[in-house]
């Protein structure tokens, strides 16, 4: 379970991101990571029981600093990320706990050109399903809509008047679901970050059909 001073621990950061700070401090992070690290594989457990999953990816708090202009040296935030076992499976899940900005997310961050070219032929031919799968009570009530970079014109190859327009354009496929602070620090958090979890499996599902077959539905592994 999460409590106030791991958020705590993190907004002090956020304000002194310097490493005389962080290394006056080092024994309390210390203590906190394991804490936070201990919470995050439990959700991992508890994710292995309905899903096939690649091992448990936990960010380190040390930024990498070689190509960014911002040079502080830590993160503020706790986050994982989960990837589903390919080929057959497709998506991650992502975790983010953050004073003022936590969320538990779900989808493609950076699609390879061959995805998003046979994602951007099913949906022009028929967004239906997908359409289904997004506007589901669950998927509204947890994430709204489906979110991401899109391009400004349409795709090339594709018809500016197309039903599908809106998906055509998308360069990644997200689902975001954002809690409050006072919501990270409940009791049954844990829980709800594994039914958020849940309730992007009809999304995957989809995506990983799409994605795994080609145009015809043949499976392109055999």
């Known amino acids: 379970m999460l409590n106030q001073t791991h958020l705590n621990f993190l907004q002090q950061l956020k304000q002194n991101n310097n490493r005389p700070w962080f290394n006056e401090h080092k024994a309390a992070f210390d203590k906190h990571y ?9 959700i991992y457990n508890l994710l292995q029981d309905t899903d096939m999953l690649e091992p448990i990816h936990i960010h380190r708090i040390y930024r990498n600093l ?79 809509a489906l979110v991401g970079e899109e391009l400004r014109t349409v795709p090339a190859g594709f018809n500016k008047d197309s039903d599908a327009i809106d998906l055509l354009r998308k360069k990644q496929w997200l689902l975001i679901r954002r809690f409050a602070d006072p919501e990270v620090v409940q009791k049954d958090f844990g829980n709800e970050v594994v039914k958020t979890f849940h309730a992007l499996r009809p999304f995957f599902d989809y995506m990983s059909e799409v994605l795994t077959t080609d145009e015809n539905g043949e499976s392109l592994f055999g």
């Open 34 to 42: 394991s804490e936070v690290k201990a919470f995050l594989m439990n």
């Open 66 to 144: 070689q190509f960014s202009k911002d040079k502080t040296p830590y993160k503020t935030h706790f986050s994982l990320h989960i990837g589903r076992t390919k080929p057959l499976l497709r998506g991650g899940y992502f975790l983010n706990i953050e004073p003022g900005n936590s969320f538990a997310a779900g989808g493609f961050w950076k699609p390879e050109a061959a995805d998003l070219l046979r994602f951007r032929k099913e949906v022009n031919i028929d967004a239906t399903p997908l359409r289904a799968v997004l506007s589901a009570k669950t998927a509204v009530r947890y994430f709204g």
